[in-house]
């Protein structure tokens, strides 16, 4: 597993990431190898000259319960359809979860609908208000406050996550 600034991101990379990224959510396609907006890191996983696991990385400062929280987001989690069942996901969030240990992050967290995998890899669901700004391709459309249910936590560096609104300070992945 290789963890890249974003700015360092070759353009073959780019290439292979949309691919995998498009294959994975196939009712979300676009033409690049980010949905809403270009994340801070980018993770691959190569077998051979096969790109066949993604996340992005999104390292930023969340609000909850009116506490600062330095969080680590995973956006566009995928493995190649080949590949999945094979360990490759699971060895990636616990490389990701061993690199987020030797850094400043408070809690890894994602948005999901598979409830079992990520529970099974340390991972809390917490169902709150969120608050984040809506972008949709490159435009601002206005703030919304609205009640999630698929949002995972996982505490890294022993912080207590309070319940309460979360305000994303920034867009929702």
């Known amino acids: 597993m290789k963890i890249t600034a974003e700015i360092d991101v070759s353009r073959q990379e780019h290439e292979a990431i949309t691919r995998l990224?498009?294959?994975?959510?196939?009712?979300?396609?676009?033409?690049?190898?980010?949905?809403?907006?270009?994340?801070?890191?980018?993770?691959?996983?190569?077998?051979?000259?096969?790109?066949?696991?993604?996340?992005?990385?999104?390292?930023?400062?969340?609000?909850?319960?009116?506490?600062?929280?330095?969080?680590?987001?995973?956006?566009?989690?995928?493995?190649?359809?080949?590949?999945?069942?094979?360990?490759?996901?699971?060895?990636?969030?616990?490389?990701?979860?061993?690199?987020a240990i030797t850094k400043d992050v408070d809690f890894i967290i994602l948005i999901s609908d598979l409830a079992a995998f990520y529970t099974r890899h340390g991972f809390t669901q917490v169902s709150e208000p969120n608050t984040w700004l809506r972008l949709h391709e490159h435009q601002s459309y206005g703030v919304a406050t609205e009640h999630v249910d698929d949002l995972f936590i996982k505490s890294i560096s022993g912080k207590v996550w309070n319940n309460g609104s979360i305000d994303w300070l920034g867009y929702m992945y």
């Open 21 to 99: 990224r498009n294959a994975a959510f196939p009712e979300h396609q676009v033409a690049r190898s980010y949905y809403k907006q270009l994340p801070h890191m980018r993770v691959t996983k190569y077998r051979d000259d096969t790109l066949v696991g993604y996340m992005g990385l999104d390292y930023r400062v969340i609000n909850v319960a009116e506490t600062p929280l330095k969080i680590l987001g995973i956006i566009d989690f995928c493995i190649d359809a080949n590949y999945r069942g094979k360990g490759i996901g699971s060895a990636m969030l616990t490389e990701l979860s061993d690199y």
